[in-house]
């Protein structure tokens, strides 16, 4: 069996992916977290020095979250299964990372992030939103995932960013009803992922 290990900060970020994707396929893995401090350590001896990183059998090392949770997807059988399958579920993870960016740069980069977070909040956040529904909507009428009859790497990365802003007060769910029931679906119906969420250690973000 081959030996994985994630290393990552001491919090949820771009590591959850990963962690999710193993939670789901029932595969054992190291869930390595490093502080602040220890990464200035081993930066420089890592491919492109960032994290998250995945070693695989201790030899094979790689980063960037999304090249990650592609890999471990066609691993794990949750990539699609097709070709055409993959382009949709490659379409709706770089669309999610279009939506979470604004976002991230506005809380973590910007000068007058206060003013950016709040331009997301007004119309990003809902015109993207509206589209995922949209998208959604047309695969079983929205009552199943976003590509294909199963759950695939596209569903949980989607889930995963929306967490990130899912309890505001000026956002109202039941305007992307089939996105909200997508997210009680993968988060809460699915057991795996469902035992991980309760499990995860308390991270610093």
Same mark, same amino acid.
Request: proline share 3%; charged share 35%; hydrophobic share 35%.
């Given at each position: ?22 939670? @789901? ?13 220890? $990464? &200035? ?5 890592? /491919? ?5 990183? @995945?070693?695989? *059998? =201790?030899?094979? &090392?790689? %980063? ?7 890999? @471990? ?5 949750? +990539?699609?299964? =097709?070709?055409?399958? #993959?382009?949709?579920?490659? +379409? ?6 279009? +939506? ?17 977070? #709040?331009?997301? #909040?007004?119309?990003?956040?809902? %015109?993207?939103?509206?589209?995922? #529904?949209?998208? @959604? ?14 759950? %695939?790497?596209?569903?949980? $990365? ?8 899912? =309890?505001?007060?000026?956002?109202? $769910?039941?305007?992307? /009803? ?17 035992? $991980? ?6 991270? *610093?973000?």
């Amino acid at each position: 069996m081959p030996k994985y290990k994630i290393t990552y900060f001491n919090g949820t970020g771009r590591a959850e992916i990963a962690r999710w994707m193993f939670a @789901l396929a029932g595969q054992d893995y190291e869930d390595h977290r490093v502080s602040r401090e220890d $990464w &200035q350590k081993i930066k420089a001896d890592t /491919p492109f020095q960032q994290v998250p990183i @995945l070693t695989v *059998d =201790d030899t094979f &090392q790689f %980063s960037q979250s999304l090249a990650i949770a592609k890999f @471990l997807a066609k691993r794990f059988g949750f +990539m699609g299964k =097709d070709e055409y399958e #993959e382009a949709r579920i490659n +379409m709706i993870l770089e669309c999610t990372e279009d +939506m979470v960016k604004p976002l991230v740069k506005a809380i973590f980069y910007d000068d007058e992030s206060k003013t950016g977070k #709040e331009k997301w #909040e007004g119309s990003e956040r809902s %015109s993207f939103l509206e589209r995922f #529904e949209k998208v @959604l909507r047309k695969n079983n009428n929205g009552d199943g995932y976003f590509v294909g009859d199963g759950i %695939s790497v596209a569903d949980i $990365w989607f889930c995963i960013v929306s967490d990130y802003f899912a =309890d505001e007060e000026s956002l109202d $769910w039941s305007k992307y /009803p089939k996105l909200a029931a997508l997210r009680e679906r993968v988060e809460k119906g699915n057991k795996q992922i469902a035992e $991980w969420i309760a499990k995860r250690p308390k991270g *610093d973000f």
